[in-house]
């Protein structure tokens, strides 16, 4: 059969099954091979590989990954698109696809039968309106995962890779280089979709790291006090740990832990490090 990355196909496709695109799912499907391409080196999958794709749509992505990896499952929320992947993707024997919501599954069970528990790859073009939820849940539920290469709205991956004192560093930037190292493969323009979405778009692989890179005594505290910072960005974070009504510290005792850390009184949270964040939650945490 014919590659699905072809416009062409895409329409073939799209028309034979009379199919409509449902926005509230957020389905832009790949039409650019060299995208693809270039997705499939950067999460450098080999035969080894168990490959979790999320949101198939007509499988364009599942083909490349099902020659690379030597297994894929595919969880697609749309049963309108269950039996146009039965078709395209019927020469795969090492495809399956699972017809739910990628948020109600449990990957871990997945990695555990499927993979001996070993860490897995993740692999997609995203839906935009739950890519947060997604990634987040992914690291918070400590399912064993290699690295997710996905792609997600370029402002959101510029956030994702972004480091302190920038405009787009935040509590996402902080809460995913926490768990991985980032690393923007491409950006793919909008007409590399059908439909064209109305916003740019990246490719960012995130490496999950196997051991954690700081050590934090109280994870819960350290991401409070991450969220009470950024939540009045250009307060002080002094200010900012007072005002954040899930936290309890006095100014003084903020004042105190930043004075060991040797940090200003008057700094604002997004010039912090995560290593200092994970300081100061430390002294706090007593
Ligand atoms: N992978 C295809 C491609 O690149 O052409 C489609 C990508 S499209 C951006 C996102 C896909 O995710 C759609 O097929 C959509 O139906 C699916 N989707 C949306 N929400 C989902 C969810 N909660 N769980 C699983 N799949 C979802």
């Known amino acids: 059969m014919e590659k699905l990355s072809s416009p062409k196909k895409t329409i073939e496709v799209i028309q034979k099954y009379n199919f409509d695109f449902q926005k509230k799912f957020g389905q832009n ?13 950067a999460a450098e999958i080999s035969k080894e590989d168990f490959v979790l794709e999320i949101g198939p749509g007509i499988g364009t992505m ?6 690379n990896a030597r297994e ?7 049963k309108n698109l269950i039996p146009i992947l039965e ?4 020469e795969y024997e090492n495809v399956s696809i699972l017809n739910e919501d990628i948020l109600k599954v449990d990957i871990g069970k997945i990695a555990k039968e499927r993979n001996g528990g070993r860490p897995i790859k993740v692999v997609a073009n995203l839906p935009y309106y739950i890519t947060t939820p997604i990634i987040m849940g992914l690291f918070e539920s400590h399912v064993p995962i290699a690295s ?10 510029d956030r994702m890779q972004a480091g302190p004192g920038t405009k787009d560093y935040g509590a996402l930037s902080l809460a995913v280089q926490y768990y991985a190292k980032p690393y923007i493969v491409a950006n793919v323009p909008p007409n590399c979709f059908m439909p064209r979405p109305k916003v740019g778009s990246a490719v960012i692989r995130l490496a999950k790291y196997q051991q954690p890179k700081i050590e934090v005594s109280n994870e819960k505290l350290m991401f409070q006090l991450i969220r009470a910072s950024f939540n009045q960005r250009r307060k002080t974070l002094q200010n900012g740990i007072k005002n954040f009504s899930e936290l309890n510290f006095s100014k003084e005792q903020v004042a ?21 964040f994970a300081h100061l939650s430390n002294l706090l945490d007593r």
């Open 256 to 276: 105190e832990a930043l004075e060991q850390m040797e940090v200003s009184a008057s700094v604002r949270g997004e010039a912090l490090t995560l290593e200092q």
């Open 72 to 78: 894929v499952l595919a969880v697609e929320i749309d």
């Open 87 to 90: 078709d395209t993707l019927s």
């Open 148 to 157: 997710i290469t996905v792609m997600v709205q370029k402002e959101v991956a």
């Open 62 to 67: 599942t083909q490349y990954l099902a020659e």
């Open 29 to 41: 499907f790949l039409i650019d091979g060299r995208v693809l391409d270039k997705i499939i080196d």
